[in-house]
Protein backbone atom coordinates (compact mmCIF):
# COMPACT_ATOMS: atom_id res chain seq x y z
CA UNK A 1 0.00 0.00 0.00
CA UNK A 2 0.97 3.21 -1.02
CA UNK A 3 0.53 5.94 2.16
CA UNK A 4 1.72 9.83 2.21
CA UNK A 5 0.73 12.12 5.38
CA UNK A 6 0.22 15.56 4.06
CA UNK A 7 0.21 19.11 5.99
CA UNK A 8 -1.41 22.07 6.02
CA UNK A 9 0.56 24.50 8.21
CA UNK A 10 -2.45 27.17 8.00
CA UNK A 11 -4.79 24.89 10.38
CA UNK A 12 -2.55 22.46 11.42
CA UNK A 13 -4.64 19.67 9.61
CA UNK A 14 -3.23 16.09 8.01
CA UNK A 15 -4.91 15.05 5.18
CA UNK A 16 -3.87 11.40 4.43
CA UNK A 17 -3.58 9.87 1.00
CA UNK A 18 -4.05 5.63 1.04
CA UNK A 19 -3.35 3.69 -2.00
CA UNK A 20 -3.21 0.35 -3.60
CA UNK A 21 0.19 -0.12 -5.52
CA UNK A 22 -1.26 -2.44 -8.15
CA UNK A 23 -4.14 -0.51 -9.67
CA UNK A 24 -3.34 2.95 -8.19
CA UNK A 25 -7.02 3.49 -6.69
CA UNK A 26 -6.33 6.18 -3.97
CA UNK A 27 -8.67 7.44 -1.26
CA UNK A 28 -7.67 11.10 0.58
CA UNK A 29 -8.84 11.22 4.30
CA UNK A 30 -9.35 15.30 4.81
CA UNK A 31 -8.56 17.14 2.19
CA UNK A 32 -7.76 20.96 2.46
CA UNK A 33 -9.43 23.47 -0.03
CA UNK A 34 -6.77 25.74 -0.53
CA UNK A 35 -4.21 22.43 -0.78
CA UNK A 36 -5.91 20.97 -3.80
CA UNK A 37 -3.55 22.08 -6.31
CA UNK A 38 -0.31 20.21 -4.02
CA UNK A 39 -2.49 17.17 -3.64
CA UNK A 40 -3.53 17.11 -7.19
CA UNK A 41 -0.03 16.90 -8.43
CA UNK A 42 0.88 14.37 -6.17
CA UNK A 43 -1.64 12.69 -7.02
CA UNK A 44 -1.06 12.71 -10.80
CA UNK A 45 2.98 12.15 -10.62
CA UNK A 46 2.21 9.19 -8.59
CA UNK A 47 0.09 7.91 -11.31
CA UNK A 48 -3.02 7.53 -8.58
CA UNK A 49 -6.89 7.78 -9.32
CA UNK A 50 -8.59 9.34 -6.87
CA UNK A 51 -11.64 7.53 -6.29
CA UNK A 52 -13.02 9.00 -2.94
CA UNK A 53 -12.48 11.77 -0.79
CA UNK A 54 -13.59 10.62 2.72
CA UNK A 55 -14.27 13.25 5.63
CA UNK A 56 -13.38 12.59 9.09
CA UNK A 57 -16.46 15.15 10.29
CA UNK A 58 -17.60 18.72 9.11
CA UNK A 59 -14.27 20.56 10.17
CA UNK A 60 -14.68 24.15 12.09
CA UNK A 61 -11.03 25.32 11.47
CA UNK A 62 -10.77 24.56 7.00
CA UNK A 63 -12.57 23.88 4.36
CA UNK A 64 -13.05 20.79 2.91
CA UNK A 65 -10.75 20.31 -0.56
CA UNK A 66 -13.53 17.54 -1.27
CA UNK A 67 -15.67 19.05 -4.16
CA UNK A 68 -13.06 21.26 -5.72
CA UNK A 69 -11.42 17.99 -5.94
CA UNK A 70 -14.44 16.31 -7.83
CA UNK A 71 -14.42 18.80 -9.76
CA UNK A 72 -11.10 18.33 -10.76
CA UNK A 73 -10.42 14.80 -10.59
CA UNK A 74 -13.79 13.19 -10.56
CA UNK A 75 -13.05 11.65 -7.29
CA UNK A 76 -16.68 11.13 -5.14
CA UNK A 77 -17.46 12.20 -1.68
CA UNK A 78 -17.96 10.46 0.94
CA UNK A 79 -18.62 11.33 4.73
CA UNK A 80 -21.18 10.58 7.94
CA UNK A 81 -25.07 10.07 7.50
CA UNK A 82 -25.09 11.54 10.75
CA UNK A 83 -23.23 14.96 9.61
CA UNK A 84 -25.99 16.49 8.41
CA UNK A 85 -23.91 17.68 5.48
CA UNK A 86 -25.62 17.97 1.67
CA UNK A 87 -23.93 16.95 -1.40
CA UNK A 88 -21.81 13.90 -0.75
CA UNK A 89 -22.14 11.01 -3.34
CA UNK A 90 -22.15 8.77 -0.61
CA UNK A 91 -23.25 8.77 3.32
CA UNK A 92 -21.34 6.61 5.43
CA UNK A 93 -22.71 4.33 8.75
CA UNK A 94 -20.50 2.56 11.53
CA UNK A 95 -19.05 -0.52 10.23
CA UNK A 96 -19.56 0.29 6.34
CA UNK A 97 -16.61 -0.02 4.37
CA UNK A 98 -14.82 1.99 1.32
CA UNK A 99 -12.44 0.50 -1.02
CA UNK A 100 -9.94 1.35 -2.77
CA UNK A 101 -8.76 -1.22 -5.02
CA UNK A 102 -8.08 -4.38 -3.52
CA UNK A 103 -7.78 -2.92 -0.11
CA UNK A 104 -10.32 -1.13 2.09
CA UNK A 105 -10.74 1.29 5.31
CA UNK A 106 -13.35 0.50 7.89
CA UNK A 107 -16.04 2.66 9.10
CA UNK A 108 -16.05 3.60 13.02
CA UNK A 109 -18.65 5.89 14.24
CA UNK A 110 -16.79 8.16 16.79
CA UNK A 111 -19.27 10.70 17.60
CA UNK A 112 -18.43 13.04 20.71
CA UNK A 113 -16.28 16.02 19.01
CA UNK A 114 -19.02 16.30 16.57
CA UNK A 115 -22.18 13.94 16.33
CA UNK A 116 -21.47 12.72 13.04
CA UNK A 117 -17.22 11.99 13.74
CA UNK A 118 -16.05 8.89 11.78
CA UNK A 119 -12.81 7.17 12.12
CA UNK A 120 -11.59 5.40 9.50
CA UNK A 121 -9.65 1.75 10.15
CA UNK A 122 -7.28 0.25 7.25
CA UNK A 123 -8.41 -3.44 6.61
CA UNK A 124 -5.77 -5.13 8.31
CA UNK A 125 -5.91 -2.78 11.61
CA UNK A 126 -2.61 -1.32 11.20
CA UNK A 127 -3.69 2.20 11.05
CA UNK A 128 -6.77 4.36 12.22
CA UNK A 129 -7.84 7.91 11.16
CA UNK A 130 -9.29 9.20 14.25
CA UNK A 131 -10.01 12.66 12.70
CA UNK A 132 -10.69 14.91 15.78
CA UNK A 133 -11.29 12.56 18.32
CA UNK A 134 -8.05 10.70 19.53
CA UNK A 135 -5.32 13.43 19.43
CA UNK A 136 -1.72 12.91 20.24
CA UNK A 137 -2.10 12.69 23.83
CA UNK A 138 -5.09 14.70 23.27
CA UNK A 139 -8.85 14.66 21.88
CA UNK A 140 -10.61 17.44 19.90
CA UNK A 141 -13.06 19.30 21.70
CA UNK A 142 -16.58 19.10 22.54
CA UNK A 143 -17.84 22.41 23.32
CA UNK A 144 -19.60 23.20 19.65
CA UNK A 145 -21.20 21.12 16.39
CA UNK A 146 -23.17 18.60 18.88
CA UNK A 147 -19.86 18.05 20.54
CA UNK A 148 -20.52 15.55 23.62
CA UNK A 149 -17.47 14.59 26.04
CA UNK A 150 -19.75 11.59 27.52
CA UNK A 151 -20.18 10.47 23.89
CA UNK A 152 -16.51 10.84 23.08
CA UNK A 153 -15.49 9.25 26.13
CA UNK A 154 -17.73 6.07 24.90
CA UNK A 155 -16.27 6.46 21.12
CA UNK A 156 -12.41 6.55 22.52
CA UNK A 157 -12.79 3.34 24.01
CA UNK A 158 -15.41 0.87 22.22
CA UNK A 159 -14.14 2.10 18.98
CA UNK A 160 -10.54 3.42 19.44
CA UNK A 161 -8.98 1.89 22.04
CA UNK A 162 -10.14 -1.65 21.41
CA UNK A 163 -8.14 -1.67 18.63
CA UNK A 164 -4.70 -3.78 18.52
CA UNK A 165 -1.97 -1.98 21.09
CA UNK A 166 0.28 -1.39 17.89
CA UNK A 167 -2.00 -0.02 15.74
CA UNK A 168 -0.79 3.33 14.52
CA UNK A 169 -3.19 6.34 15.34
CA UNK A 170 -3.28 9.04 12.97
CA UNK A 171 -4.88 12.38 13.73
CA UNK A 172 -7.00 15.17 11.55
CA UNK A 173 -4.40 17.85 13.55
CA UNK A 174 -1.63 18.48 15.73
CA UNK A 175 -0.39 21.88 17.10
CA UNK A 176 2.73 20.61 18.20
CA UNK A 177 3.77 19.10 14.80
CA UNK A 178 3.65 15.46 15.74
CA UNK A 179 3.11 13.15 13.20
CA UNK A 180 0.96 9.85 14.85
CA UNK A 181 0.86 7.46 17.95
CA UNK A 182 -0.94 4.06 19.03
CA UNK A 183 -3.50 2.44 20.60
CA UNK A 184 -1.17 1.52 23.04
CA UNK A 185 0.44 5.10 23.90
CA UNK A 186 -2.73 7.06 24.23
CA UNK A 187 -4.09 4.02 26.21
CA UNK A 188 -1.39 4.60 29.10
CA UNK A 189 -0.65 7.95 28.36
CA UNK A 190 -3.04 10.13 26.86
CA UNK A 191 -3.55 12.55 29.43
CA UNK A 192 -7.29 13.38 29.66
CA UNK A 193 -8.52 9.57 28.54
CA UNK A 194 -5.75 7.22 28.97
CA UNK A 195 -5.14 4.90 32.35
CA UNK A 196 -7.35 5.00 35.26
CA UNK A 197 -8.95 7.97 33.94
CA UNK A 198 -13.25 7.81 33.69
CA UNK A 199 -16.07 9.45 32.40
CA UNK A 200 -16.31 11.69 35.21
CA UNK A 201 -12.62 12.14 35.23
CA UNK A 202 -12.90 13.13 31.78
CA UNK A 203 -16.06 15.08 31.39
CA UNK A 204 -14.58 17.16 34.25
CA UNK A 205 -11.51 17.98 32.12
CA UNK A 206 -13.19 18.78 29.03
CA UNK A 207 -15.64 21.33 30.29
CA UNK A 208 -13.13 23.53 31.55
CA UNK A 209 -10.88 23.59 28.08
CA UNK A 210 -11.47 27.14 27.93
CA UNK A 211 -10.43 27.58 23.87
CA UNK A 212 -11.34 30.22 21.34
CA UNK A 213 -12.84 29.00 18.94
CA UNK A 214 -11.70 28.25 15.35
CA UNK A 215 -10.89 31.54 13.32
CA UNK A 216 -12.34 30.13 10.36
CA UNK A 217 -15.57 28.56 12.08
CA UNK A 218 -18.03 31.12 10.45
CA UNK A 219 -16.51 30.20 6.84
CA UNK A 220 -15.52 26.62 7.60
CA UNK A 221 -19.17 25.22 8.87
CA UNK A 222 -21.28 26.70 6.37
CA UNK A 223 -18.87 25.27 3.41
CA UNK A 224 -17.90 22.15 4.88
CA UNK A 225 -21.79 21.53 5.37
CA UNK A 226 -22.07 21.29 1.02
CA UNK A 227 -19.01 19.37 1.07
CA UNK A 228 -16.49 22.50 0.74
CA UNK A 229 -18.67 23.49 -2.21
CA UNK A 230 -17.84 27.54 -2.35
CA UNK A 231 -19.91 29.89 -4.15
CA UNK A 232 -18.49 32.18 -6.70
CA UNK A 233 -14.79 30.87 -6.65
CA UNK A 234 -16.01 28.21 -10.04
CA UNK A 235 -13.44 25.06 -10.17
CA UNK A 236 -10.18 27.69 -9.76
CA UNK A 237 -8.28 28.80 -7.20
CA UNK A 238 -7.65 32.40 -6.79
CA UNK A 239 -3.72 32.48 -7.17
CA UNK A 240 -3.87 29.67 -10.63
CA UNK A 241 -2.81 31.12 -13.63
CA UNK A 242 -4.92 31.23 -16.85
CA UNK A 243 -2.15 32.92 -19.53
CA UNK A 244 -1.29 29.26 -20.57
CA UNK A 245 -2.23 25.69 -19.39
CA UNK A 246 0.10 25.24 -16.99
CA UNK A 247 0.75 22.64 -14.60
CA UNK A 248 1.87 22.60 -11.22
CA UNK A 249 4.40 20.00 -9.66
CA UNK A 250 4.15 18.85 -6.70
CA UNK A 251 7.46 20.09 -5.93
CA UNK A 252 5.69 23.67 -6.18
CA UNK A 253 6.96 24.62 -9.68
CA UNK A 254 4.76 25.90 -12.19
CA UNK A 255 5.19 23.84 -15.89
CA UNK A 256 4.48 24.15 -19.42
CA UNK A 257 4.38 21.87 -22.04
CA UNK A 258 6.97 22.34 -25.08
CA UNK A 259 4.38 22.10 -27.70
CA UNK A 260 2.18 25.01 -26.10
CA UNK A 261 5.38 26.98 -25.91
CA UNK A 262 6.18 26.41 -29.64
CA UNK A 263 2.71 27.24 -30.78
CA UNK A 264 2.92 30.98 -28.65
CA UNK A 265 6.39 31.63 -29.27
CA UNK A 266 5.49 35.00 -30.38
CA UNK A 267 3.52 35.29 -27.24
CA UNK A 268 6.31 34.53 -24.61
CA UNK A 269 9.35 35.51 -23.96
CA UNK A 270 11.49 32.46 -23.73
CA UNK A 271 14.44 32.92 -20.97
CA UNK A 272 17.36 30.51 -21.90
CA UNK A 273 19.66 30.25 -18.18
CA UNK A 274 21.85 27.89 -19.63
CA UNK A 275 25.98 29.37 -19.48
CA UNK A 276 26.61 30.61 -22.48
CA UNK A 277 28.43 27.65 -24.02
CA UNK A 278 25.74 25.73 -23.47
CA UNK A 279 23.48 28.27 -25.37
CA UNK A 280 25.84 27.65 -27.88
CA UNK A 281 26.41 24.59 -27.86
CA UNK A 282 24.91 21.17 -29.63
CA UNK A 283 21.48 20.75 -28.18
CA UNK A 284 21.12 24.82 -29.94
CA UNK A 285 18.24 26.93 -28.38
CA UNK A 286 14.95 27.69 -28.62
CA UNK A 287 14.72 30.70 -31.51
CA UNK A 288 14.35 34.15 -30.39
CA UNK A 289 15.39 33.12 -26.25
CA UNK A 290 17.28 35.71 -24.64
CA UNK A 291 20.47 34.09 -23.07
CA UNK A 292 20.63 34.80 -18.97
CA UNK A 293 22.89 32.80 -17.17
CA UNK A 294 20.97 31.44 -14.06
CA UNK A 295 23.95 33.32 -11.67
CA UNK A 296 23.07 36.77 -13.17
CA UNK A 297 19.43 36.09 -13.31
CA UNK A 298 18.86 37.95 -9.96
CA UNK A 299 20.36 41.18 -10.94
CA UNK A 300 18.82 41.28 -13.66
CA UNK A 301 15.31 40.03 -13.36
CA UNK A 302 14.24 43.96 -12.49
CA UNK A 303 14.73 45.01 -16.07
CA UNK A 304 12.81 41.72 -17.94
CA UNK A 305 9.79 43.09 -19.24
CA UNK A 306 6.15 42.67 -17.62
CA UNK A 307 4.72 42.85 -20.87
CA UNK A 308 5.08 38.95 -22.12
CA UNK A 309 4.69 35.97 -19.89
CA UNK A 310 8.69 34.62 -19.37
CA UNK A 311 9.27 30.91 -20.11
CA UNK A 312 12.45 29.84 -18.20
CA UNK A 313 14.41 27.17 -19.91
CA UNK A 314 17.73 25.20 -19.29
CA UNK A 315 19.27 21.82 -20.11
CA UNK A 316 16.88 19.16 -18.10
CA UNK A 317 14.04 21.46 -16.27
CA UNK A 318 16.05 22.42 -12.62
CA UNK A 319 18.34 25.44 -13.60
CA UNK A 320 15.24 26.85 -14.89
CA UNK A 321 12.97 25.46 -12.48
CA UNK A 322 14.91 27.51 -10.02
CA UNK A 323 15.06 30.51 -12.39
CA UNK A 324 11.09 30.69 -11.82
CA UNK A 325 11.45 31.03 -8.02
CA UNK A 326 14.04 33.66 -8.72
CA UNK A 327 11.71 35.39 -11.17
CA UNK A 328 8.66 35.29 -8.75
CA UNK A 329 10.70 36.84 -6.35
CA UNK A 330 11.32 39.70 -8.00
CA UNK A 331 7.71 40.61 -8.84
CA UNK A 332 6.96 38.27 -11.74
CA UNK A 333 3.95 36.84 -11.76
CA UNK A 334 3.48 35.01 -15.51
CA UNK A 335 6.11 32.39 -15.53
CA UNK A 336 6.43 29.32 -16.39
CA UNK A 337 9.04 26.03 -16.68
CA UNK A 338 9.60 24.39 -19.61
CA UNK A 339 8.64 20.90 -18.78
CA UNK A 340 11.97 19.11 -19.46
CA UNK A 341 13.99 21.71 -21.03
CA UNK A 342 15.96 21.35 -23.85
CA UNK A 343 16.30 17.70 -23.60
CA UNK A 344 12.75 17.01 -23.94
CA UNK A 345 12.32 19.91 -26.81
CA UNK A 346 14.93 18.21 -28.76
CA UNK A 347 13.47 14.63 -28.08
CA UNK A 348 10.07 16.27 -29.37
CA UNK A 349 11.43 17.72 -32.54
CA UNK A 350 10.70 21.29 -32.20
CA UNK A 351 11.93 24.02 -33.72
CA UNK A 352 15.65 24.93 -32.93
CA UNK A 353 18.60 27.24 -33.81
CA UNK A 354 21.96 26.65 -33.95
CA UNK A 355 21.55 22.72 -33.10
CA UNK A 356 24.09 20.10 -34.31
CA UNK A 357 21.93 17.57 -36.16
N1 LIG B 1 -6.34 27.88 16.80
C1 LIG B 1 -7.06 26.93 16.01
C2 LIG B 1 -7.99 26.17 16.94
C3 LIG B 1 -8.54 25.01 16.25
C4 LIG B 1 -9.46 24.16 17.11
O1 LIG B 1 -10.20 24.58 18.02
N2 LIG B 1 -9.42 22.89 16.74
C5 LIG B 1 -10.36 21.92 17.20
C6 LIG B 1 -10.56 20.91 16.11
S1 LIG B 1 -11.63 21.55 14.86
C7 LIG B 1 -9.93 21.17 18.42
O2 LIG B 1 -10.62 20.26 18.82
N3 LIG B 1 -8.79 21.48 19.03
C8 LIG B 1 -8.35 20.78 20.18
C9 LIG B 1 -7.32 21.52 20.94
O3 LIG B 1 -6.90 22.61 20.48
O4 LIG B 1 -6.93 21.00 22.00
C10 LIG B 1 -7.85 27.66 14.92
O5 LIG B 1 -8.20 28.82 15.12
O6 LIG B 1 -8.11 27.07 13.88
FE1 LIG C 1 -12.71 19.47 14.01
Redesign the pocket.
Known amino acids: MLFRQLFDPQ??TYSYLLADREGGEAVLIDPVFEQVPRDSALIRELGLTLGWTLETHV????VTGAWLLRQRLGSRIALAAASGADGADRWLDDRDTVAFGRRFVQVRATPG?TSGCLTYVLDDETMAFTG?CV?IR????TDFQQGDARAMYRSVHAQIFSLPEACLLYP??D?RGLAATSVGEERRYNPRLGGQLSEDDFVGYMNN?G???????DVAVPANRKCGRIEGTGAAAADEPDWAPLTLTFAGIWEIEPHWVEDHLREVRVLDVREPEEYRGPLGHIPGALSLPLGGLAAAAAMLDRERPIVAVCRAGGRSAQATVILRKAGHERVANLAGGMLRWRAEHLVVEGAVE
Not at 138 to 141: I, L, N, V, Y
Request: aromatic fraction near 4%.
Open positions: SSHADHHDLGCGRAHYLLPHPRQI
